[in-house]
């Protein structure tokens, strides 16, 4: 079992930048491959970025390659999602999930079977 707590929301003016993290508890955690997703109002939860369970392979949605960037740090079991040169369009809630080490899935919502509560990300224009 792992359970995972978001953090480091906020407002912030387009252009900003936000770094949110994800504590994450359970032995588990080294052997999970991490990702963030992300929901707007109306719309459904689509992917943002995933960490490999060794944290040697990053993957991100088009969305945000070259604006975010995904870490862990397996000694303090927590995920981060840096997030510069935000727009409008990135209001949403982001979510933590924890998925297997099947890699293949890192973008699907089936391949994580834990998630976080979410933390509400709102940028301004």
């Known amino acids: 079992q792992v359970q995972l707590v978001e953090s480091g929301g906020g407002l912030v003016q387009a252009g900003g930048s936000l770094r949110l993290s994800c504590a994450a508890s359970?032995?588990?955690?080294?052997?999970?491959?991490m990702g963030w997703f992300r929901q707007a109002p109306g719309k459904e939860r689509e992917f943002v970025a995933a960490?490999?369970?060794?944290?040697?392979?990053?993957y991100y949605a088009d969305s945000a390659k070259g604006r975010f960037t995904i870490s862990k740090d397996n000694v303090k079991n927590t995920v981060y999602l840096q997030m510069n040169s935000l727009k409008p369009e990135d209001t949403a809630v982001y979510y933590c999930?924890?998925?297997?080490?099947?890699?293949?899935?890192?973008?699907?919502?089936?391949?994580?079977?834990?998630w976080g509560q979410g933390t509400q990300v709102t940028v301004s224009s």
């Open positions: 960490i490999s369970w060794s944290g040697s392979s990053l």
């Open positions: 999930a924890a998925g297997s080490t099947d890699w293949s899935t890192r973008i699907y919502i089936y391949g994580y079977p834990y």
């Open positions: 359970g032995r588990t955690f080294s052997t999970h491959n």
